[in-house]
């Protein structure tokens, strides 16, 4: 049987470096997973929302080692060190050595989840990560951050840990629904806003191809978003300065998703809505022209999500924000835009263009 | 108000790099503690054995800091995942950022929960080691281990996370029993055993004053130790080899330890007896002389620990040391002596050696 086409891209960090494979039906393709997954023992672990689709896929393709399987329950509520808890008795439970591999299937919550628990079982075993959502396969597989939420904040325990490779399977974007996928194309143009002004101009001249999830337009998308994500993080793996360009939209998005409530507002939506007013902001400070925030805003429109956030309110908007981690000294830091394809990091901007933003938003 | 004279031994792991300082009445020493504590924020985790004797010793010297507590119960039993959600609870009430520091007072049991907190609450922070027994001060200071145990496997989950700084305060070993001195005094010759025949020889002649815990005798003894396993740890950091020669007496402890419920035998008194059988083992095997046979047991006596375990029978012995996780592909890898001051990681060993030697200590 011959392997289907697909992608590949290095993440080099010497010991620790890793392939991306990015292609259709990966997941069902023995032979390939027989030349990526060494390990003879192996845990996946899922949720309730995957399994059904495509755990016996991949168990069939893994034929011929010792495969464990953990079913947890769907959903970012879930997020807990009590399902981590649960991965690690079910690793103990099999009797799983130093040399077994944890694989995760499912999207960022499973994979930051398996991740975590492979960083801290027996203090650190492989895994493998087989992301089945768009933000999970432009996101979570180029970073090595791993973890789980808190009742009182998200994401706030965890380790840095490099899966040992990807497989990012995009025939399991077929079944995403349009919302979550459109969700997921908010962080592709997110790579093209911040870092590269000719993917931005592709991804412009493929949103067709996108919404249609293309085969080919699909894999392009996925390569390039890690490839710009993995040259970020390459630069500065533990999160000490560029990383932060990564949170585009992100810092005004968390006052919309914590307004509204988690899961009204997909983190994808909520980060188009807030890459929407970090690009006007932007604008107000004089770093973009008008004709490229309206590029920013139309683009968006074109792959379907929002522009315009709930009007929570000014102060309320400020406070929101102000809780995000990214608060350095009490000032809240912005990413922002000086051109297309070139984010920055700040905290020194004139305070008057940050307040007109918000009243023009959250007023 | 002059610094108390204390020792220092430095471990250098690039980045990670930090001190060991050794003396007496540091945990008293302000302007010692301002030199080498530099978080603003600090949450200090104890047990309710130590907190009546030092936790407010240590706060006093800490003024000028916002400096949080969180006292846990004592003890082995309490080594867990719960403990270690706690840890981290505090640190979410507290609102401790990335620049906050955590601080282990107590035993190995609390340096180990404190290290993984501190590894994985916001994928991790700083952390300080007072280690406040004679084992934590020669064992856990170096390495980097951190973790907690699985109620079916100790020491199952955790990370190496490597603390900012270590204070070994000499002054807290005048608390401990007797019996809990003398079991930390056999993790200190044991690196005589395995790595310096002249620290074997330093210790050999200052019984007494290890026994009296003369300061001088104490502050050379832990100095010692901890260069001997940070030169050791130095060559093998994720413990892929050398590092296992420091587990000598280990397996036949392990065992030990098992056989009669843990907490019966101290682990140190467990591993001084299994370092006896060890040294027989590697008398039959031709590879230690009678005469430094002679020595090993001799010192061990002198130092209060016994040479005898109990008679838990060979079958159940072998069984327990091949529950152990130093087993690789069945066979029972071992710990032994080729000289004193020379230990070596052997499989290949004779096995009438072992069986002789397990008739004689546990038949």
Redesign the interface.
């Known amino acids: 049987m011959s392997a289907p086409l697909h992608q590949r891209v290095d993440i080099a960090l010497g010991e620790r470096s890793y392939p991306i494979l990015i292609g259709p039906r990966l997941l069902e393709d023995a032979s390939l997973l027989g030349t990526h997954i060494t390990a003879r023992s192996l845990l996946i672990v899922t949720n309730e929302t995957i399994a059904p689709l495509y755990l016996a896929k991949l168990q069939n393709a893994l034929q011929g080692r010792r495969v464990a399987t953990l079913i947890l329950p769907d959903g970012e509520q879930h997020k807990t060190?009590e399902s981590y808890?649960r991965i690690?008795?079910a690793l103990?439970?099999e009797r799983m050595n130093r040399d077994a591999a944890a694989v995760a299937l499912g999207g960022g919550v499973i994979g930051d989840m398996v991740g975590?628990a492979a960083?801290?079982?027996?203090?650190?075993i492989d895994y493998v990560q087989v992301p089945t959502t768009l933000l999970a396969q432009v996101d979570s597989s180029v970073g090595g951050?791993t973890?789980v939420n808190?009742p009182?904040?998200k994401?706030?325990?965890?380790?840095?840990h490099q899966p040992r490779c990807v497989l990012a399977d995009t025939s399991t974007l077929q079944t995403l629904s349009p919302r979550e996928y459109r969700a997921g194309l908010a962080e592709v143009v997110k790579y093209g806003f911040i870092r590269d002004s000719a993917f931005l101009k592709w991804i412009e001249a493929n949103v067709d191809g996108l919404l249609a999830r293309e085969d080919s337009a699909v894999m392009h998308a996925v390569r390039r978003s890690c490839e710009i994500k993995a040259d970020v993080v390459g630069q500065d793996e533990r999160e000490h300065g560029l990383r932060a360009i990564l949170n585009l939209g992100h810092t005004f998005g968390h006052a919309i998703e914590t307004a509204s409530g988690y899961g009204n507002w997909l983190h994808g939506e909520a980060v188009a809505a807030g890459m929407a007013m970090a690009a006007e902001m932007s604008m107000r400070l004089g770093w973009l022209q008008q004709a490229e925030n309206d590029r920013v805003v139309h683009v968006l429109k074109r792959l379907g999500l929002p522009i315009a956030p709930p009007r929570i309110g000014v102060q309320r908007g400020r406070e929101l924000m102000g809780m995000d981690?990214k608060v350095l000294g009490g000032r809240i830091r912005l990413v922002l835009l000086k051109g297309l394809g070139h984010a920055t990091v700040v905290d020194d901007y004139a305070d008057p263009a940050l307040e007109a933003t918000l009243q023009a938003h959250f007023g």
Do not use: E, T
């Open positions: 060190l808890s690690l008795d103990v439970a975590f960083a801290s079982y027996q203090r650190g951050k973890g808190h009182r904040g994401n706030m325990i965890g380790a840095f981690k």
